[in-house]
């Protein structure tokens, strides 16, 4: 963390009367150890002021806005008091500067707001309620007071039309909710006016008064309207809908839309185009505003990005992922935006094989057929689809009339169908394609499969065998385990779509990153093909947990569909598990190693080839088969049959030991290396010796 470089060097309070406008001239930034110009020195407005105006050439500036050095030695930049006061205040705004791509720390300015002299001084803010919520009406509010006294009586001359006025009772005393027509200052500084809403879908509500001094002569008379702002019920947050990473050309630019991130709000009567995002620092790049790429845009709306308003400029590293905090107003939550930058690509992401009826025609929209680029392309028209090898048994129809070629502008507007002919008798029928856009290119072929009305079988469940999976580990899901299958249809149309997850671990697909040095990725699903079982991309992943398992599917082929599919999944344990025990001999003899001493219990385990191979031979001893050969490995089969034994060398030894391993080649598992201690039993062979 390094000191900034960019810093505010002179700053002073201003001092403000109502209704002047007051230039601001004593604000002034500078860079360590540059000289630049004026006019790159720019001031973001963070915090607007609160009882003030801050404006440029009469322009009021708001949260987000900027204005410049040049601007300031201009005399362009202004403050001007908004709101009448009785004694004297403070008001402030806050904000950052930045040049090029350094910024300084947050700087407040502060204004010192002179006490008003006029004869009478109407404070007049307006009120901010939840709907069918109540608030009380202070000073702070609304209050009118002279020079010489502060008794002041109000009228209402026009009620309120979606809530009511009510004066609340001393403490311990029921409250009583009709509308009143008069109250006073005293009402006000005590806090008993309560404006109470009446709970309908309204925006706004206001009531008309008219205010006299109490026990003045002159009976002046203060009109006015007092206007209340209701706040809907905000009951949801905001959820985001779509999560894509965002692709751009490196050191490039591109338009930031609704098609890489996207949020809904379930609050009625919300129109999502409300919400708004706001970002910070970004290392990789900067947001900015199509309409003028050089300014930088820290907040916007879903409508901007909908209306093609935002532009993110690429600098800096090709990966990175940064913050934006979204909120409806009410609700707050943070979304993370994954940015990409590389080489200039276009190429096809979507290329569905469609099936149709005999003699029909079938729309061609962007969920069947697409192209993606991370070029800037701000007009899908630019993106051009070429038929290279026209459909054998059918035409092309765009917009009515047959072509050669279309946009995927007219892939999003459903103008572009496939039109079959109806004397043809083949089943299948394709057409090939080169999409281009800015010099780039990538060629493909769209199939179609036809059918005949009356001739659809249902899906066929060939294989449905249950999955072996190991704790923590991932498990290929192959033909062995999972297979469907019908006349006609290729495995790519196959659909298994998940129904029901497992409980004890996840299915998940195999892709391979773009960039060959890069590894494989495993992505949750919620569906996938029979040519994703076949080609070994679709897994099972277990948690730590052993147990049984299983997950429910729909297998569909886009007409006929095979409804609450069951695939089971035995969670084995990831190592072979080995039971062992102790035992005891007699100097000079021996002990058959049997399934006392040596045990698998597990039955998964306990059916398979496992080999045991001794990593510790005994010292005082050795391991031997029923015939007397000296072994160094033996099976579970020997064991269970009694073939194994140990054999002691009638040494003077009270104990001995031997570590041995389990595997088994068949299913790739071995075990942890076991450690079997053996007591031995000192015979009285020896005399005595002087």
Do not use: C
Not at 32 to 50: D, F
Not at 519 to 534: G, K, M
């Amino acid at each position: 963390i390094q000191p900034p470089k960019v810093k505010v060097s002179y700053l002073e309070l201003l001092e403000a009367k109502v209704g002047e406008k007051q230039t601001i001239t004593t604000l002034q930034a500078e860079v360590q150890g540059k000289n630049p110009n004026p006019q790159t020195i720019k001031y973001i407005l963070v915090t607007p002021p609160a009882l003030g105006s801050l404006q440029i050439s009469d322009k009021e500036l708001n949260e987000g806005d900027m204005f410049t050095q040049k601007d300031i030695l201009d005399n362009a930049l202004s403050y001007i008091v908004r709101m009448q006061e009785v004694v004297d205040n403070l008001d402030q705004f806050q904000f950052r500067v930045f040049v090029e791509d350094q910024y300084s720390p947050l700087y407040t300015f502060s204004v010192s707001i002179l006490a008003s002299l006029d004869e009478y001084v109407l404070t007049n803010k307006a009120l901010v309620v939840k709907q069918g919520g109540e608030v009380t009406l202070n000073e702070k509010y609304l209050w009118l007071q002279s020079p010489s006294s502060s008794d002041f009586l109000y009228k209402v001359t026009l009620e309120p039309k979606h809530g009511r006025l009510i004066r609340d009772s001393p403490r311990g005393m029921p409250r009583f909710d009709g509308a009143i027509r008069y109250f006073s200052n005293e009402d006000l500084e005590s806090h008993k006016l309560i404006y109470k809403h009446d709970g309908s879908r309204t925006t706004s509500d206001e009531f008309h008064f008219s205010a006299t001094q109490e026990g003045s002569d002159t009976q002046k008379t203060v009109t006015g309207i007092f206007k209340v702002q209701i706040q809907f019920k905000n009951e949801h947050a905001p959820e985001r809908i779509v999560n894509n990473v965002f692709n751009v050309v490196r050191y490039g630019q591109r338009l930031l839309t609704t098609d890489v991130i996207q949020f809904k709000d379930d609050d009625s009567n919300f129109n999502d185009t409300q919400i708004v995002y706001a970002r910070e620092g970004i290392l990789s790049g900067n947001i900015m505003s199509v309409s003028n790429p050089s300014q930088p845009v820290f907040r916007f709306t879903q409508a901007d990005l909908r209306d093609k308003n935002i532009l993110f400029v690429h600098h800096g590293a090709d990966r990175e992922q940064f913050p934006l905090q979204v909120s409806d107003g009410f609700h707050k939550t943070t979304a993370l935006l994954h940015i990409q930058a590389g080489d200039p690509y276009l190429r096809i992401v979507t290329n569905t094989m469609t099936i149709i009826d005999h003699g029909s025609t079938k729309t061609l929209d962007t969920n069947l057929l697409s192209a993606d680029s991370n070029m800037d392309i701000r007009d899908d028209r630019e993106i051009k689809f070429d038929v290279t090898s026209p459909p054998s048994d059918g035409r092309i129809i765009v917009s009515g009339i047959e072509a050669s070629e279309f946009t995927q502008e007219d892939l999003k507007k459903g103008v572009v169908s496939y039109e079959h002919n109806y004397e043809s008798l083949n089943a299948k029928d394709s057409f090939g394609f080169t999409v281009r856009a800015k010099g780039h290119s990538d060629n493909g072929t769209f199939k179609i499969k036809i059918f005949k009305q009356g001739h659809l079988s249902e899906p066929e469940v060939i294989t449905n065998e249950v999955i072996i999976s190991y704790e923590g580990e991932h498990t290929i899901i192959s033909q062995d385990h999972l297979m469907v299958e019908q006349v006609d249809i290729l495995p790519t149309e196959m659909i298994f779509t998940l129904k029901r997850l497992p409980r004890l671990g996840y299915v998940v697909m195999l892709k391979n990153s773009s960039e060959v040095t890069a590894s494989p990725v495993l992505d949750y699903i919620n569906s996938f093909s029979q040519e994703d079982i076949d080609q070994g991309r679709v897994l099972y992943v277990s948690t730590s947990f052993q147990g049984r398992d299983s997950f429910m599917v729909d297998v569909s082929n886009g007409f006929g569909t095979v409804e609450d599919l069951t695939i089971m999944v035995d969670i084995m344990p990831r190592f072979i598990p080995i039971q062992t025990s102790n035992f005891s001999v007699k100097e000079g003899l021996s002990r058959i190693i049997n399934e006392e001493i040596l045990n698998i219990s597990h039955p998964f385990y306990s059916t398979a080839n496992i080999d045991f191979t001794l990593e510790e031979l005994p010292q005082h001893g050795e391991i031997r088969s029923l015939e007397g050969d000296e072994l160094s490995y033996f099976t579970w089969h020997d064991v269970k049959l009694g073939q194994v034994v140990y054999m002691h060398d009638s040494s003077e030894t009270t104990e001995d030991s031997f570590t041995l391993s389990a595997s088994s080649y068949e299913i790739d598992r071995r075990s942890h290396p076991v450690t079997i201690s053996v007591a031995i039993i000192p015979v009285n062979d020896e005399p005595p010796k002087m």
